[in-house]
């Protein structure tokens, strides 16, 4: 686990306690719609590809995923003052993935694979002080990522001799929160929020040299938003 990335909404949680502002307690039945600008940071690792042409793993053929910024919005709805439950609706991000084993790099360098990504998430949160100023809180829950617009680069073409058919599987995983909400008043606050999403996915295209090819890709997330919310 990144502690690095954890001290950030622990840090503005601690910050802001010690500015005095009014106090709006949460309560049961609000609902509580938060916009944020996120950072996407995925802690990727993949398998070698393996290729029908070869008939196995194809050595040294590993990628990563790269980083990106978006926007997303979620809405929760307090069951209790300490207990909501969130629907997380992010923008889709485009991420692309490049190459790290050198055999691929030596074959397709840099980017391969363009994709953009839809990752709804249904978190069970656990707010500390609901009525206090600052209000931190956890949660726990599950993610369903959809890849979608999967296109290979010129790098991918030119160095497998023609791509075609490129795919990624959807992914269903957990998802762990760790936030924060700072009372405005009049029913506005502002927030930051870390998210870690277990997300994993098989890529799969057609190619010229290696025929039909395969690669298990992990791309982990970590998700850090900073934006403003609003009770209803």
């Known amino acids: 686990m990144n502690l690095n990335k954890l001290t950030f909404p622990i840090l503005l949680a601690s910050g802001l306690s010690m500015v005095s502002f009014s106090t709006l307690a949460i309560d049961a039945g609000d609902w509580l719609i938060r916009g944020r600008l996120i950072n996407i940071d995925p802690d990727s690792s993949s398998s070698d590809v393996t290729s029908s042409k070869t008939g196995g793993v194809v050595p040294n053929t590993s990628v990563s ?23 997380l609706l992010d923008l889709s ?8 084993g050198s ?30 100023p600052v209000r931190p809180y956890f949660g726990l829950g599950f993610n369903y990522t959809y890849f979608f617009d ?15 058919g490129v795919s990624l599987d959807s ?12 009372d405005m008043g009049d029913d506005w606050f502002l927030n930051a929020d870390l998210k870690y999403m277990d997300i994993s996915t098989t890529a799969t295209f057609d190619s010229g040299a290696l025929g039909h090819v395969s690669t298990d890709v992990d791309i982990n997330p970590w998700v850090m938003g900073i934006g403003i919310g609003k009770r209803f």
């Open 171 to 182: 992914s269903f995983g957990w998802v762990a929160q760790l936030g924060v909400d700072y």
């Open 150 to 164: 999967e296109d290979s680069t010129s790098s991918l073409n030119k160095g497998l001799g023609g791509v075609s």
């Open 93 to 100: 991000s485009k991420h692309k993935a490049q190459s790290e």
């Open 103 to 132: 055999t691929l790099q030596s074959l397709a360098p840099g980017d391969i694979i363009e994709t953009r990504v839809l990752p709804p998430a249904l978190i069970l949160q656990y707010h500390i002080l609901p009525q206090g």
């Open 65 to 87: 995923v790269d980083n990106a910024y978006t926007l997303d919005i979620d809405i929760t709805y307090m069951f209790t003052p300490n207990i909501g439950a969130e629907l």
